[in-house]
């Protein structure tokens, strides 16, 4: 029994070593042959080099990558070993004893005895922690999901504004180039008396300005991409070779119903799934606390040699709960019931709230963007009408680039207006917790187990 109840496993030490950590973090990047395998069979597609990283696909190497889900994956194989543990019975316990006696009047002077303490635990009561366990464990496997999330949603907003800042970069570097030239013509037309001081100092300062905010949209592109890598858990310039497909991010086609949305926030929201298992939790409690009014029974059979005289013994001991019959632990597992179910009807009241609120500013951001892109149409109409009059020789070239600036500027207030609806989009995403741009919902988050 002695040998039986030996360990057999030995401790292994793990140390962490920070400048090999820093240094393989240092090593990630998107042409990792591992993340693109893990990529390539999550999409269900044959192994090979992605031309384009989309969405999907940065939203996959963000769920192999990042080390809040790593994080979040440990806790649950903790959460999975303590479940384990919980359904296992208690083991029993050996006790001995030697004694010599002083006197022995001829007989051995030696007391030797080993007791065996066997504890049973009803049905009742070892169901009950099971289901406690149980519960909880479900609580830290929804709350990776959560996190699962979480990622991805940083990872849509990151990647949207690094999208915008580079649109962004190309039209200021088009108001740039028209600046310069219009600067020019007003300048030849100075020398030639045909442009005022005032008009050639305004173009000169209007120049400047257009410098000066490209110089800031190049600032910003460099750092949207470093959020952006810190959101796919990769260092800064892990992006720097890689390719972005723009045409990833959509708005939906069609416009999102009411009771749609707020239907999926219900099905989808993880906080109320999670809320829903702390609830289960506190019922597997209460049942715990109910079958502990059931005395603790511990078999004990023990053998002594006292002195010549062999002793059998056969005891039992109860651990008896009679002065208030577990009366104070049940109450507050009552309690904590009572607190799960309000905590989840509170939940659910606000996230019927915030998801009408999201919709609603996403369909005000859609209204906005037509309007913006009216604008730009009839800024494109301008440019194309001007350039009819300098071919026919009715205007100069100076109000076709005048013109062409005006649909530039059109064209950054279309093209805030866009990604501001992406941003409401990303908002309404959230309240639901469920991708509404017509990709695919998240993969099985839990399918990485490689905790290196």
Same mark, same amino acid.
Request: glycine share 6%; hydrophobic share 45%; aromatic share 4%.
């Given at each position: 029994?002695?040998?039986?109840?030996?360990?057999?496993?030995?401790?292994?030490?793990?140390?962490?070593?920070?400048?090999?950590?820093?240094?393989?973090?240092?090593?990630?990047?998107?042409?990792?042959?591992?993340?693109?395998?893990?990529?390539?069979?999550?999409?269900?597609?044959?192994?090979?080099?992605?031309?384009?990283?989309?969405?999907?696909?940065? $939203?996959?190497? *963000?769920?192999?990558?990042?080390? @809040?889900?790593?994080?979040?994956?440990?806790?649950?194989?903790?959460?999975?070993?303590?479940?384990? #543990?919980?359904?296992?019975?208690?083991?029993?316990?050996? =006790?001995?004893?030697?004694?010599?006696? #002083?006197?022995?009047?001829?007989?051995?002077?030696? =007391?030797?005895?080993?007791?065996?303490?066997?504890?049973?635990? $009803?049905?009742?009561?070892?169901?009950?922690?099971?289901?406690?366990?149980?519960?909880?464990?479900?609580?830290?496997?929804?709350?990776?999901?959560?996190?699962?999330?979480?990622?991805?949603?940083?990872?849509?907003?990151?990647?949207?504004?690094?999208?915008?800042?580079?649109?962004?970069?190309?039209?200021?570097?088009?108001?740039?180039?028209?600046?310069?030239?219009?600067?020019?013509?007003?300048?030849?037309?100075?020398?030639?008396?045909?442009? =005022?001081?005032?008009?050639?100092?305004?173009?000169?300062?209007?120049?400047?300005?257009?410098?000066?905010?490209?110089?800031?949209?190049?600032?910003?592109?460099?750092?949207?991409?470093?959020?952006?890598?810190?959101?796919?858990?990769?260092?800064?310039?892990?992006?720097?070779?890689?390719?972005? @497909?723009?045409?990833?991010?959509?708005?939906?086609?069609?416009?999102?119903?009411?009771?749609?949305?707020?239907?999926?926030?219900?099905?989808?929201?993880?906080?109320?799934?999670?809320?829903?298992?702390?609830?289960?939790?506190?019922?597997?409690?209460?049942?715990?606390?109910?079958?502990?009014?059931?005395?603790?029974?511990?078999?004990?059979?023990?053998?002594?040699?006292?002195?010549?005289?062999?002793?059998?013994?056969?005891?039992?001991?109860?651990?008896?709960?009679? *002065?208030?019959?577990?009366?104070?632990?049940?109450?507050?597992?009552?309690?904590?019931?009572?607190?799960?179910?309000?905590?989840?009807?509170?939940?659910?009241?606000?996230?019927?709230?915030?998801?009408?609120?999201?919709?609603?500013?996403?369909?005000?951001?859609?209204?906005?963007?037509?309007?913006?892109?009216?604008?730009?149409?009839?800024?494109?109409?301008?440019?194309?009408?001007?350039?009819?009059?300098?071919?026919?020789?009715?205007?100069?070239?100076?109000?076709?680039?005048?013109?062409?600036?005006?649909?530039?500027?059109?064209?950054?207030?279309?093209?805030?207006?866009?990604?501001?609806?992406?941003?409401?989009?990303?908002?309404?995403?959230?309240?639901?917790?469920?991708?509404?741009?017509?990709?695919?919902?998240?993969?099985?988050?839990?399918?990485?187990?490689?905790?290196?």
């Amino acid at each position: 029994m002695l040998a039986g109840g030996c360990a057999t496993r030995t401790y292994e030490a793990r140390p962490i070593d920070p400048t090999k950590a820093s240094a393989q973090w240092r090593e990630r990047s998107l042409a990792d042959p591992a993340l693109l395998a893990w990529v390539d069979r999550m999409r269900g597609s044959p192994a090979g080099k992605i031309d384009a990283w989309g969405l999907p696909e940065l $939203t996959l190497a *963000s769920l192999y990558l990042h080390p @809040d889900l790593e994080l979040a994956r440990a806790r649950l194989r903790a959460a999975e070993a303590a479940q384990y #543990s919980a359904g296992l019975p208690k083991s029993p316990r050996i =006790s001995g004893l030697v004694e010599h006696h #002083s006197k022995a009047d001829g007989i051995s002077p030696w =007391s030797i005895g080993v007791g065996l303490e066997m504890p049973i635990r $009803t049905d009742a009561r070892g169901e009950a922690q099971r289901e406690h366990s149980a519960a909880l464990t479900e609580v830290v496997r929804l709350e990776v999901g959560a996190i699962a999330w979480q990622v991805r949603n940083r990872l849509r907003a990151a990647l949207i504004e690094h999208l915008a800042a580079e649109a962004q970069l190309a039209l200021l570097q088009s108001e740039l180039d028209l600046r310069e030239e219009a600067t020019r013509m007003i300048e030849a037309r100075l020398v030639l008396g045909a442009a =005022s001081l005032s008009e050639t100092g305004e173009s000169r300062l209007q120049l400047g300005s257009a410098a000066m905010a490209y110089r800031a949209g190049v600032a910003a592109s460099h750092k949207t991409l470093a959020e952006l890598a810190a959101a796919l858990g990769l260092p800064a310039d892990a992006l720097a070779a890689a390719t972005l @497909d723009p045409a990833a991010i959509t708005p939906p086609a069609e416009r999102l119903l009411a009771d749609d949305v707020q239907q999926a926030a219900l099905l989808n929201r993880i906080d109320l799934r999670v809320g829903l298992a702390h609830y289960a939790a506190a019922e597997a409690r209460l049942r715990l606390e109910i079958a502990r009014q059931v005395p603790e029974i511990t078999l004990g059979p023990g053998f002594f040699f006292d002195q010549g005289d062999r002793i059998w013994s056969l005891g039992a001991s109860l651990l008896l709960a009679l *002065s208030d019959h577990n009366a104070g632990p049940i109450a507050e597992a009552e309690a904590q019931r009572e607190v799960e179910g309000r905590r989840f009807l509170a939940l659910q009241a606000r996230v019927i709230g915030e998801q009408a609120a999201a919709l609603r500013a996403y369909r005000n951001a859609l209204r906005q963007l037509e309007k913006a892109g009216t604008v730009e149409r009839a800024a494109a109409e301008q440019v194309a009408a001007a350039e009819r009059r300098v071919t026919a020789g009715q205007d100069d070239r100076l109000d076709l680039v005048r013109r062409r600036l005006e649909r530039v500027l059109a064209g950054k207030a279309l093209l805030a207006a866009r990604f501001e609806t992406q941003r409401a989009l990303g908002a309404l995403e959230d309240a639901v917790q469920q991708p509404l741009d017509g990709s695919a919902p998240l993969p099985d988050v839990f399918a990485r187990n490689d905790p290196s």
